[in-house]
């Protein structure tokens, strides 16, 4: 019965809702922006869907006809993103993995700032490998009323309003956190609708999974390399997709931990703060998870400019502390 296959469970529209009847001040503004953020996650969903056909419907990154190049999927993910946080009304400014500067959308009177980074982990398109969205909210520190600048997107991560992910993979789902736990939601496609599947995320204190990139494990600090010898002691499982949002989601679900330390092609890293670390931060904390970077917790730092690296251990809480106490000893 086709009646019965329907999910009957919370769409992320009420789930929404029903969270802002929790805070008795709230505005709706910010239901509203991750309602925006939702509504182009679908639509770049869509894009990736179809980003396959590339070669043959002379769409993404191929030439047309007329010999003109077309835009890659991670130009036009940022120009959908952008688009519906400019429209939406509520993002006062916008700090983009894909612009250099900060971008001021004009609605001076909104109270948010979003960092985003559009489509994470876009070299593995080609190869039919999951990516992801990630996106931070912050209050504005300037009045409202006023332009917006770049100290606006320049705070501690401990200063997020929310932050989430969307991960284009087998299914394609949306992950969040205003501070109150972590819920994810599955999209169904044949109702457009994303739906709570995940509610309440806890990750284990504990995984049996560690993900880096071992090719550069000689260029690793000696604390790090220390660490990969023990979880190999240890039988640990070792998984790296090299697409941040895919690995962390994995270690999420599962526990676990990631690792980006610095290398010697990237001394402070190669993972930027204020859209790649802070918002998984955020979320691995909401799920009792940590991070850090190896001196302090990642949600501490303060940055200094919008595209700043760090390094990144995040995860399963024993591990990551495991990781820190190393990275003491050798400091
Ligand atoms: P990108 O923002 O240019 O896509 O780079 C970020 C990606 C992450 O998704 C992934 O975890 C990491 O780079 C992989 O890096 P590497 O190929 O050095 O292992
Ligand atoms: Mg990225």
Redesign the pocket.
């Known amino acids: 019965n086709d009646q019965l296959a329907l999910p009957v469970g919370i769409t992320l529209d009420r789930f929404i809702m029903r969270n802002e009847a929790d805070f008795p001040f709230a505005t709706g503004e910010l239901s509203q922006l991750l309602r925006d953020i939702a509504l182009a996650g679908k639509i770049v969903n869509r894009d990736i869907n179809r980003g396959g056909l590339a070669d043959i419907s002379g769409q993404f990154g191929s030439q047309n006809i007329q010999g003109e190049q077309q835009m890659k999927l991670?130009v036009i993910a940022n120009i959908r993103f952008i688009r519906a946080l400019k429209n939406g009304g509520e993002v006062c400014a916008i700090i983009s993995?894909e612009d250099p500067e900060l971008l001021a959308t004009g609605n001076n009177k909104a109270k948010y700032v979003v960092a985003i980074?559009p489509?994470?982990?876009?070299?593995?398109i080609d190869s039919n490998v999951s990516v992801?969205t990630i996106f931070s909210i912050y209050r504005r520190l300037t009045p409202m009323g006023t332009e917006p600048n770049i100290n606006d997107a320049l705070q501690k991560g401990r200063m997020q309003v929310a932050a989430g992910y969307i991960l284009y993979g087998s299914s394609t789902m949306l992950v969040y956190t205003t501070g109150r736990g972590v819920n994810g939601f599955t999209y169904d496609y044949s109702l457009g609708e994303f739906f709570l599947s995940h509610p309440q995320v806890k990750t284990a204190a504990m995984g049996d999974t560690y993900s880096?990139?071992e090719?550069?494990m000689d260029d690793f600090p000696a604390s790090i390399q220390q660490y990969l010898h023990k979880c190999k002691g240890q039988r640990l499982t070792g998984r790296?997709?090299?697409?941040?949002?895919a690995?962390f989601h994995r270690n999420l679900l599962k526990g676990g931990v990631?690792l980006?330390p610095s290398t010697t092609k990237n001394p402070t890293g190669?993972?930027?703060l204020l859209y790649?670390c802070f918002p998984l931060a955020f979320i691995i904390e909401q799920a009792g998870g940590i991070a850090c970077d190896g001196k302090g917790r990642i949600l501490d730092i303060m940055p200094s400019s919008l595209h700043q690296r760090s390094p990144l251990y995040i995860g399963s809480t024993k591990m990551v502390e495991d990781i820190y106490s190393l990275c003491f000893a050798d400091a």
């Open positions: 991670d993995e980074d489509l994470d982990g876009s070299s593995n992801g880096c990139n090719g550069n790296y997709i090299g697409s941040l949002v690995d990631y980006y190669k993972l930027r790649e």
